[in-house]
């Protein structure tokens, strides 16, 4: 249910300048859920100041176009500040279609890992 | 909530008739002429909780998974099911819980049919924009429909927009991937 108590749905991880995030769910699926992972995504850029963001989808077995609005939105508020945006590690091939699919591997940075990743910055 | 959870699972006469047309259809590459017209069993009705989408899922894959259908398949159905449910509630009811969505869904055949309703004033899928254009691109909605259309065989709305019929060729042994 919508109900559910709030909880850490990221790992945060300093490499340099660069903010490693991981999802901790690896069905990113339910409306709250996607609330709540956006939310804490947002902070990190609002709230944490922070400019570099590296996403890690190796956990992620499944998402759906909610998180992909999150997506957009958290790479939107990154360009207004000057800041940047990267994924790596979409292992599973149907989380990569998607992102083919809708257009927006052509919007992201997608990397194979997160070395190639984290020396894109 | 507890979903109510009517569903003959077995059809029989001019119902079963329309699906072995559709089902032909599907076989063949031409357009499901039928889904409009098939017989669904009675509703799951469930309010307008996006909570209550992964209980409608599980119950579906449940069922999915219990004929040995692909993981392709299942993941297919999955997605396209989330996002028609999601749509229904939140563009459809807008999340109004005193509105219901109604479910109701079968496999025949190898093939997976289902039938969304909501309450809502519906919509004209031609007005929605096409998400992989550029200009479109950065948008953070609109790619729902487009994930509906490309994972199910068939999509179509009835009635004002507020009704999606869908179905999927589903594979057991790796003969039929879309």
Known sequence: MSSQPRRRRLEVEDIGDVTYVKFTDSKILDEANIQQIGEQLYSLVDDASRRKILLDFSKVEYLSSAFLGKLVTLNKKLQGVQGRLALCNITHKDIFDIFVIT???RVFNIYQDE??????? | MEAAWFAPRRMGGACAW???????????????VALEKLVFPADMVLPSDTGMVQDVQQRVLADLEALQVS???????KLALEEALVNAMKHGNQLDRSKNVRVSYFIQDDTFYIRIMDEGEGFDPDDVP????EENLERACGRGLMLMRHYM????????GNIVVMCRKCSRNGTYEK
């Open chain 2, 130 to 133: 096409d998400p992989t254009l």
């Open chain 1, 103 to 105: 257009g927006l591997k």
């Open chain 2, 71 to 77: 993981e392709r398949d299942l993941f297919s159905v």
């Open chain 2, 18 to 32: 329309i699906v072995r047309r559709c089902n032909t259809c599907i076989a063949h590459g031409e357009a499901a």
């Open chain 2, 153 to 160: 065989n068939e999509v179509r709305f009835l009635d004002r």
């Open chain 1, 115 to 121: 070395q190639e990743a984290l020396q894109s910055f």
